[in-house]
């Protein structure tokens, strides 16, 4: 098993490694977190293993512990076995750690050879236990996460959760039964109805029509597995203010991507509702709950660092992040990537870098944004079979962009000129 540590707050300002012939101890001291960094983001696409070798962190648990431990204590703590990730020694079993920075590692004698001089406390809760480096989760949001504790989950696989498993709905006839029964449930007409999960190659066509069959009162929102697509029944779209004059204002290519009389929006046609839909399925009432909760769940499946690139750009959905994942004492730090699909969109090119920049102040404690880093999207989703395909699709459907060709070039030769290493959202053979 891992036992999990929590990180501090400290940063990192030197790095290096000593190697004593006899001992073999390895001395870790102080890891240059801003390389540190950048040398994991730049990994986010490779293998999970091949990040953990360059982001080595042993987590400890330090919740409930009896030891106050002041910045300059040395806590030595012992386990059956210590995975080290090191190939030239895989395992030790000694590790001391002094704040949030590992300074030893060897054998318990060796250690104490090595730190001779020093005031040591031993700590062995872990003698009959595993200790492994933290898990890094290198491609996660916070807020599409914790639609597992917002929405009602209908999906075509079986989610275990902490306090509940929901099983899968395998098919159209099952998928409709379970979403009638969930909605009579419903107590409040007043209150939006989201299900999450919704899958058409399993669970058949749905629209709007569907939808408001099922009821024509309560608001229902369906939000696709992907959550790249939403259906509304017709009391949804009354109660966010969606009708066809909000459509005939928006770009050609949102436009495109909308069917109001199916009350179906898709990849950039969500551009136009997002904002409305967001601000209620994410109230603090309902988000900060589900944050604690995914905190819990993210700690208890082994992370110490989470990674979100190309987060959605929302002022309130970041104050509520700060609020929980930002707290010190969250037992992982993360780490955003602005969406440059924001900037490029909404501002003229020579304010882009000036205006993503800004972003960066805005996350803080145990999360940040990564200096200098974006991420730019080309097509539409694998799960809704809107990614481009060179090809095309035997049923004759086509893919979607999430950024128009011409934008995305010009998105990306800004963000190329001021040195930004240029992260990219793409599926499809097309969309290369």
Request: net charge negative; aromatic share 10%.
């Amino acid at each position: 098993m891992h036992e999990l540590g929590r990180n501090r707050k400290n940063h990192i300002k030197e790095q290096f490694i000593v190697k004593l012939d006899k001992a073999q101890v390895r001395l870790y001291g102080s890891f240059f977190l801003s390389q540190l960094r950048d040398r994991l983001m730049s990994k986010l696409t490779n293998s999970l293993l091949t990040a953990l070798v360059y982001f080595f962190t042993i987590l400890i648990v330090f919740t409930n512990s009896t030891i106050a431990q002041e910045p300059g204590d040395i806590i030595v703590y012992t386990a059956r076995e210590i995975v080290t990730l090191d190939e030239d020694r895989p395992l030790v079993e000694a590790i001391a750690v002094q704040g949030d920075r590992i300074i030893a590692t060897g054998t318990l004698n060796e250690v104490h050879q090595f730190l001779a001089d020093r005031s040591l406390t031993i700590d062995s809760r872990f003698n009959d236990l595993v200790i492994i480096p933290g898990l890094i989760n290198q491609h996660e949001h916070a807020w599409l996460a914790s639609l597992l504790f917002i929405a009602n989950i209908l999906s075509i696989e079986d989610w275990v959760l902490p306090d509940k498993t929901v099983s899968r709905a395998p098919d159209e006839s099952e998928y409709r039964q379970r979403l009638r029964s969930l909605v009579q449930q419903h107590a409040d007409s007043n209150q939006v109805f989201y299900t999450w999960g919704y899958h058409q190659l399993f669970h058949g066509e749905l629209s709007r029509a569907d939808l408001d069959a099922i009821s024509n009162t309560i608001p229902i929102v369906v939000l696709q597995r992907s959550i790249h697509e939403q259906i509304h029944n017709s009391a949804a779209l009354e109660f966010f203010g969606i009708d066809q004059s909000l459509i005939d204002n928006a770009p050609q290519s949102v436009r495109n991507q909308t069917n109001l009389a199916e009350g179906h929006f898709w990849e950039q046609g969500q551009s136009l509702i997002i904002p409305r839909v967001f601000a209620d399925l994410f109230h603090p009432e309902r988000y900060l709950p589900a944050l604690e909760q995914l905190e819990k769940y993210w700690h208890s499946a082994g992370t110490t660092l989470v990674a979100e690139p190309g987060g959605i750009v929302s002022p309130s959905l970041i104050t509520a992040q700060n609020q929980v994942l930002g707290d010190e004492n969250t037992p992982f730090r993360m780490y955003y990537i602005a969406d440059g699909r924001s900037f490029i969109s909404n501002n003229s090119p020579t304010e882009v870098i000036s205006e993503t920049e800004k972003l960066y102040a805005t996350a803080q404690g145990m999360t940040e944004f990564i200096p200098k880093q974006v991420k730019l999207f080309a097509d539409g989703a694998m799960f809704s079979q809107l990614m481009q395909m060179s090809e095309g699709y035997l049923d004759g459907h086509h893919g979607e962009w999430l950024m128009e060709p011409e934008l995305f070039a010009s998105a990306f030769q800004i963000y190329w000129d001021a040195g930004y290493q240029i992260h990219v959202h793409q599926n499809g053979d097309a969309g290369l």
